[in-house]
Every structure is written in C-alpha cells, then in structure tokens.
C-alpha cells in the first residue's frame, strides 16, 4: 500500500508540474507574439499547442529518446533563474519601502551566480558533444539569465525611492 501511495504521489507531482510548465510556456508564447504583433499565436490554443509540441519533439528527439533527461538541466536552470529574480524583485520592494532587504538579496545573488556557473558547464558541455540544439537552448537560457539578474542588480545601483505612503 505505501508504494502505491508514493507511486501515485510521483505521478500526481509530474501531472501537476507538467500542466503548470505548459501553462507558463502558453503564456509565454502568448506575450512574445503579442509584444511582436505575431496574430496566430496569440490565441491561447495556438500557444499552447505549439509549446506542448516543442516541448515533446524535444524530448523524443534528443538522447536517444531520452530528452526528458537531456532536458533536465535546462529545466533546472529555467526554475531556479525563477527563484532568483523572485527574490531580486521582493529586495527592490523591500529596498523601497525602506526595509531590511539583504536577507533576500543574498540568497537571490547566490542563487544568480550558482545557476549562471551551471549553465555555463552545461553549455561548454552541449558543445563538446557537439549538440547543437542543446547548446542553443541552453545558451539563450544563459544570456536570458545574465540579462535578467544584471538589470535586477542594476536596479540597486539607482537610489531607492521614498515609500510609499497609505491612503489616507
């Protein structure tokens, strides 16, 4: 019975995991095309498709069908990049509403640099083994990465603004 349990537990993870990645991977393509006036995929089915698509030739295509695996990395990268300029954007609200921010700011610069080591070994790796679409992947992921943490990092290079004051 507990391994049925913790089967079903697994199982109910993934299911849960994969509905909210191709979710946020909809919304994604939806606000590209949006943002580039690109009609098609702006339709949130479109969208959708096209992700879930992507995502599965993906993962049959690479590593002998086993993408899932070869992917993992990237995934990695992509959710803790997530948890990084999570914490960037709670420091510049706790930095303007004159706030102890370093117990966020910390973390999310040790989390920023970790993921930007990783993917940097991944991507040296993709390219020694000659992957290309990997490495593609994982360098756009890479300065995707850099881009979001060096503008959330230079936002605290300008001084804070006063806080905000309540209605009154």
Excluded: H
């Excluded at 999310?108 to 992947?137: C, D, H, P, Q, W």
């Amino acid at each position: 019975i507990a391994a049925t349990f913790i089967a079903v537990m697994v199982v109910a993870f993934a299911a849960t995991t994969l509905d909210t990645g191709a979710r946020i991977l909809r919304m994604l393509i939806t606000e590209l095309s949006t943002s580039v006036g690109f009609r098609p995929l702006q339709n949130r089915f479109a969208a959708g498709g096209l992700g879930v698509v992507a995502a599965l030739v993906l993962a049959i295509t690479q590593a002998g069908g086993q993408g899932g695996l070869a992917l993992w990395p990237l995934f990695g990268t992509t959710n803790q990049l997530t948890a990084a300029a999570t914490l960037l954007v709670v420091s510049l609200w706790l930095r303007k509403r004159q706030a102890p921010f370093l117990y966020t700011l910390v973390p999310a610069a040790f989390v920023g640099v970790v993921t930007v080591i990783a993917m940097t070994r991944e991507v040296y790796t993709y390219a020694k083994s000659g992957n290309i679409v990997l490495l593609v992947l994982g360098a756009v992921i890479l300065l995707l990465d850099l881009w979001v943490l060096l503008e959330g990092f230079r936002l605290f290079s300008k001084p804070a603004d006063a806080p905000a004051s309540a209605p009154a």
